[in-house]
């Protein structure tokens, strides 16, 4: 059966929601924020939906995302037939065993694990909060200082401080510390935390960590349900950082550029 292009937001949500904690970035890209720049596929079978994946088409390299419950499931199948309507190059979010799909007509660059992670125990957050602003578009030449200088690789736009949900952490006047969100969508109940940096003199004091809890006890009172994030796999000191604020892991995938060989 060939896959279908999907348009119909409240059917692919259902498919998400099956387990909402591994999806927080495809649900919150439903939201009309971030739903122009996506392309959706997949199954049916019997008339009802089974699997959704999702190509993102707003950063300057597109972005797959193809998180399975069951790898070696149909999804398997379905992204054979949607590797073909796929860019030349792409950065792709992964769960594993689909990176070999995808290797049957791209080299792939990079691949390097990584976490997902969601708030399970948001009782944590009160004493790890720290005092924080809400930061805006008057923002972001700070902003984007303390990301040269301190995370120049991140995956920030500028129109996500829309979202009224990136917050900072100032020294004297400057900007030493930021937290905020991938995707933000109150009408789905997702938020995604990211872009998180804290200036490199000043690591170690716990900043980002208090950032972040102020975030999500921000996000919780919008009435966001599901808090998630993504993390390498590796990067021991910030999933001891997490944990302590109350996420867990609930799915392990990959991320990898891939270059078509054609």
């Not at 070999?100 to 790890?128: G, I, M, N, T």
């Not at 736009?157 to 930021?178: K, M, N, Q, S």
Request: hydrophobic letters at 45%; aromatic letters at 8%; proline letters at 6%.
């Amino acid at each position: 059966m060939p896959p279908i292009e999907l348009r119909d937001r409240d059917a692919i949500a259902a498919v998400l929601r099956r387990n909402p904690r591994a999806h927080v970035y495809e649900l919150g890209d439903l939201d009309d924020f971030d739903w122009p720049f996506t392309r959706w596929f997949g199954w049916e079978a019997d008339g009802r939906l089974e699997h959704a994946v999702l190509l993102y088409a707003q950063p300057s390299v597109p972005v797959l995302i193809a998180i399975a419950d069951e790898p070696n499931g149909p999804i398997t199948a379905l992204l054979e037939t949607v590797r073909d309507e796929l860019p030349r190059r792409v950065y792709v979010h992964v769960t594993a065993p689909l990176l070999e799909v995808l290797a049957q007509r791209y080299s792939v660059e990079k691949a390097e694990p990584h976490l997902k992670l969601a708030l399970a125990h948001p009782d944590l957050l009160e004493a790890e909060a720290g005092d924080v602003e809400i930061l805006g578009e008057s923002d972001l030449a700070d902003l984007g200082a303390l990301y040269e200088a301190a995370y120049p690789g991140t995956w920030f736009e500028p129109r996500l401080l829309a979202t009224g949900r990136y917050i900072g952490v100032r020294r004297d006047g400057r900007l030493v510390c930021v937290a905020g969100v991938h995707v933000y969508s109150p009408r789905w109940g997702v938020a995604a935390l990211g872009n998180v940096a804290t200036l490199p003199e000043l690591r170690g004091q716990g900043l980002a960590r208090g950032a972040c809890a102020a975030l999500c006890r921000l996000l919780l009172a919008d009435g966001i349900e599901t808090i998630g994030l993504n993390v390498h796999r590796d990067n021991a000191a910030a999933v001891r950082a997490y944990t302590r604020l109350g996420f867990e892991p609930v799915a392990e995938y990959t991320e990898a550029t891939l270059v078509d060989r054609r």
